[in-house]
């Protein structure tokens, strides 16, 4: 151990005793004074005075989160008070009850139903045993973890349309807390401050211009009475930007916009200026991208909030920026001054983004020795396959090494700070197979670094796609659109990679100092959950619906949990009254979840909380049993034809293939009969709208919707004969 490392861990020991000694017995008069000092700086707890989860014991404890609270996140680790638990978003519970030695007598306390079956993506937040949780629709939960109910819910009331706007499903991935304030980003494009106490709205501004396709996701950040959030949309044509606004007022403190608009119009600043020349084309016109929707982090100390920057509008680099170019600031990390929002400095991760490769994947930041030499660092693992490791005092580039199997680019140059990129990387003349593909090596699912191994745990995948230029293509400007320019050139040929692995999803153990993996665990599906490291254990769910802990040094299985659906999320851990918890929601969904899973059954949204000793029942939920629909097809194949393609251009996306099984949104083909003789109705005119299912009415008509509804009807009756000819006990259940 280094000893900043040796320091750490002495420092937050000591700061964790004061709380175990307000619990129990008070020894001496020198732990009185430090219970009381502990008390005067932190406000939690210490009141006895009221009902833990009445109004004002809420109102006392959420109140107590502020700036030194937050800057302070490590000394009361009972509390999980910011979305990746500290500024350094290390996702590290220094809480020690919980441990590999007795990890056999991990069991449930309480599960609570959020009775829907929309992606959960959300990280909890926890103070004094009160738990605020976001889901689809962005719906935020207040919920007693002493007794395991829930204490209120504000729903936004996001409109419906959005979930065809939404380029990755409804999901929200968190929370901030602040001075007695929620605060949550909503989908349609709204910071809402919420009263912690009775989940009443305090305020809420309008973050971006809701004529264009903004929709928001991510996890507002609170620093130094700041609350920052980002927005998303680049697939369907926004500019970029994060706000910072007064976060007991709401009044915008700042703006940075992430890519420069149309020069004409002027530049906001130098950096859009300087932004500007490496750009070409038209790119305004699409709005540029660089949607800035998930990782913040903030170092108190160099008063920098540091944002990841996403990919382009248009994904495809020779139609966004047609003569090339770095297009800053896409893919890029830029550290902003947290007092003004100037630039103070920037690391692009892939210049000319030409692959969906966001930046936009958690920043967690560190303190180690590299060299003999203490460095202030900052740790990526962007989309593009390489883990960075940055100065974050100066964003010069320490080290990038690729931790999953990449062929964009062949390395680094540490000396340049650029990717080497391999010469069929851009799909210029032939459509090639890139990884990673937009996917990412890992996405948005938080990893976790543990200063004790010196591990960083990835949530990652091999995953590649085709790329290549599209033939005619052109801009669709309605906002409901997915516009990436790719598609591939049926006149080019694919380049396929014969040293390509396998494709998979794994859990990497990632030692940044070594710049090596030092073990993995894999997965069957490519697209699992986020990550909480505890001292001697690492927790991840899974698709395949566990929740699942691994020595956090050598990645043996130690325990899992079957949840029975599928998980995405991150779980937490924190400390009620002494007593340690994990909790994980699980709720399958998001961007690959929609239309695709891995579990027989889909069960609602559901917190699980455990804790040692406990063995509570498993909710029971009921087993659907999925039956194809069997109808008579009533058109010709032509229509039938005609009927795929539009349910490829349409459909797809959120239902997944007929007869896949579905995902969170159902697989059509096993509707029942009721849904089928409603089909026009569900499909044209909005029956199922406030369920999310978009009214196709103004795109479609009357015999473009019964020719969908007649190729479902086909691919049913075919995969039921398939299904009856090869295995007569198969039931075609998923
Ligand atoms: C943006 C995502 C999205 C798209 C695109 C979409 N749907 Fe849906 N669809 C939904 C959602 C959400 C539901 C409701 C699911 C539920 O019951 O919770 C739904 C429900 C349905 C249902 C009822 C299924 C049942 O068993 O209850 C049908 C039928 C349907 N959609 C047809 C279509 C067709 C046809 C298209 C293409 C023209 C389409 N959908 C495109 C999201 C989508």
Redesign the pocket.
Known sequence: MTNFFKRMRKKLSDDIKPVKYMRFVIRNRFQIILVFSFCFTFMVGCNQGFDKGSVEHIKEVTRAVNNDRLINADRTPQDWLSYGRNYSEDRFSTLTQITKLNIDSLGLAWTLNLG???GFEATPLVVDGIMYVSGPWSIVYAVDVRKGELIWTYDPKVPREY??I?CC??VNRGVALYEGLVYVGTLDGRLVAINAATGDKAWEVLTVDQSESYTITGAPRVFDGKVIIGNGGAEFGVRGYVTAYDALTGDQTWRFYTVPGNPENGFENEAMEKAAETWTGKWWESGGGGTAWDAFAYDPELKLIYVGVGNGTLWNQALRSPKGGDNLYLSSIVALNSENGNLEWYYQTTPGDNWDYTATQQIILAEFEIDNQSRKVLMQAPKNGFFYVLDRTNGALISADPYVYTNWATHVDLKTGRPVETDYSRYKEVNAQIFPGPAGGHNWQPMAFNPVTKLVYIPARDLSMIYGQPLNWEYNQDIRTFNIALGGNKNAITRMDSLAPEEKGMLIAWDPIEKKEVWRAPHKSTWNAGVLSLEDLVFQGNAEGFLVAYDAADGTEKWRFNVGSGVVASPISYQVDGKQYITLISGWGGVLG?SVRFTDQLYPGTIYTFALGENGAIPEYPTIKKEFIDLEVTVAMDNIEKGKL??N???????GTPGNGGG???D?A???KA??G??SQ??GEGA?FS????N?GD??DENQ?ND??NY?VHEAKVLKNNIKANDPTNSGIH
Do not use: W
């Open positions: 829907t079956t929309k979930g065809e939404a499903d409804v929609r539009v349910f251009q349409y459909c797809n996306r959120c239902h969170a949104y159902p059509i096993y509707s029942d849904v089928f409603m089909f569900i499909v199922f369920k999310g299912m978009p196709f795109r479609l919707i969908v509804k479902i």
